[in-house]
């Protein structure tokens, strides 16, 4: 083999170890969740958000920059295509304090408005955030028409990859037959707190019991 | 055995001057689909990086930003698969590696495209879209080697994320079978296309042949005659 030709033979295996390296990063990262400490059992009553009584209701917190929440977005509009009649949701922004004016006003906000069955809610500084232990964006919490938990995940089957997911198949199930194998599923998106303030939320919650 | 027959002699100088064509033909088309796939492929990582910088700029943590990984995954990733193809169509443009690796690259760029856009259903047409250009090559074994990567991908993540390929998490056995078909349908009738112009890039070059030596015999035939009528009777 000449010179010329082992060089492009190196180049190719190197470009092959590369690609593939690139690629399992891509797919690491799509499928590693965010943090989640799973909804209340019971609809907090100190909670701002109106639950209806006659129907369940579906809580999503969503980051208003997060890219990935469009995904869960997306999902969220094929449920609520199939079951609006028996389900209602809230979309709940996070707005946290000392942001600009015009920091909450992306594309998300009328995307979720859009669906139909869907009430967007601003959440200032997370307060509803943390009243259901959302820690990230998409992290979705679904309560029967007595405010009993049902499931409490997410709704996406990577970081911001639309498609269908073990959370959504569950809310499905048990939207359905009102069963599921688990009540929970991982939840894929940016976090709405950062780590210092996450740290702090727990002190605080330590703090009060 | 040599042949003193003028006519077969004829006959075998148009057919090497038939092939000689029908191969320079080709190696035109092979290298013009090279340096055509070489544009497509800054072209995609372009449209790769854009699509990363307008669909997922930042990824956050309450009010602290952070570069997406999109965007240094379309940069890096993308510079990666399209460099060995680049750097082939220039240097080695028509060597039949050059295309292969062009077809593998041009797939592995579909794969990307789906994850920098969400995996949006619409973004799985550039698979078939990909298949239809590379037919510009008129070699359906080009054609396989995308497909080969189209299966290994789908083969891939369906064992370790199916829902990222077939859309539900339980797929059915056979449910790889179901999105194989309909690759191997585009491709068989691309693969037909291919034949079929070879067949007539051929039947082309022989004409082409044919039309030469007719020239040659016609200009030896009027030289003959001008000499003649200028030798003095």
């Known amino acids: 083999m000449d010179r010329g030709m082992t060089g492009w033979v190196a180049f190719g295996v190197i470009w092959v170890l590369t690609v593939a390296a690139g690629f399992t990063f891509l797919w690491r990262y799509k499928l590693r969740p965010g943090e989640a400490e799973g909804p209340p059992a019971v609809w907090p009553t100190e909670s701002r958000i109106p639950r209806r009584q006659d129907r369940a209701t579906l809580v999503l917190f969503a980051h208003p920059q997060c890219p990935c929440t469009r995904a869960s977005l997306a999902e969220l509009a094929r449920l609520m295509a199939r079951f ?52 990230t964006s998409g992290a979705t919490a679904l309560y029967d028409a007595q405010g009993r938990l049902l499931f409490g995940g997410g709704i996406t089957s990577a970081r911001g990859h639309e498609g269908d997911s073990l959370g959504l198949r569950r809310i499905r199930s048990l939207l359905l037959t009102g069963e599921a194998d688990r009540h929970d599923a991982p939840v894929f998106g940016c976090a709405l707190r950062n780590e210092p303030a996450r740290r702090a939320a727990r002190g605080s919650e330590e703090e009060r019991q | 055995m040599r042949t003193e027959d003028p006519v077969a002699l004829a006959t075998q100088a148009i057919v090497r001057r038939a092939e000689q064509r029908f191969q320079a033909h080709r190696l035109e088309i092979v290298t013009w689909t090279d340096r055509f796939f070489a544009r497509l492929m800054v072209g995609q990582w372009l449209f790769g990086i854009l699509i990363a910088l307008v669909l ?140 079929r112009s070879l067949k007539e ?17 016609e200009w030896r035939r009027s030289s003959v005659l001008e000499r003649a009528a200028k030798v003095p009777a």
Not at chain 1, 89 to 117: K, M
């Open chain 2, 201 to 217: 890039m051929r039947l082309i070059a022989e004409r082409g042949a044919h039309i030469e030596a007719l020239s040659e015999a």
């Open chain 1, 84 to 135: 609006e009649d028996r389900l209602s949701a809230d979309v709940v922004f996070l707005r946290p304090s000392d942001v600009g004016a015009d920091w909450d006003h992306t594309d998300l906000w009328p995307r979720a408005s859009a669906i139909r069955g869907v009430t967007t809610v601003r959440d200032d500084d997370g307060v509803e955030a943390a009243r259901f232990r959302a820690l």
């Open chain 2, 56 to 195: 997922s700029p930042y990824a956050w943590e309450g009010k602290v930003r952070t570069v997406h990984v999109h965007v240094w995954l379309a940069v890096f990733l993308g510079g990666a698969i399209s460099v060995l193809p680049i750097a082939l169509a220039v240097w080695r443009g028509g060597w039949v590696v050059t295309r292969h690796v062009i077809a593998a690259a041009q797939m592995l760029w579909s794969a990307l495209l789906i994850h920098l856009t969400g995996g949006r259903i619409e973004t799985h047409f550039h698979v078939f879209g990909s298949l239809g250009i590379l037919a510009f090559y008129r070699d359906w074994t080009v054609l396989v080697t995308g497909t080969v990567i189209v299966v290994a991908d789908h083969l891939i993540r369906g064992i370790a994320w199916p829902e990222s390929v077939y859309g539900i998490v339980n797929p059915e056995w056979w449910r790889f079978l179901e999105h194989a078909f309909w690759v191997t349908f585009s491709v068989v009738f691309l693969a037909v296309s291919c034949l």
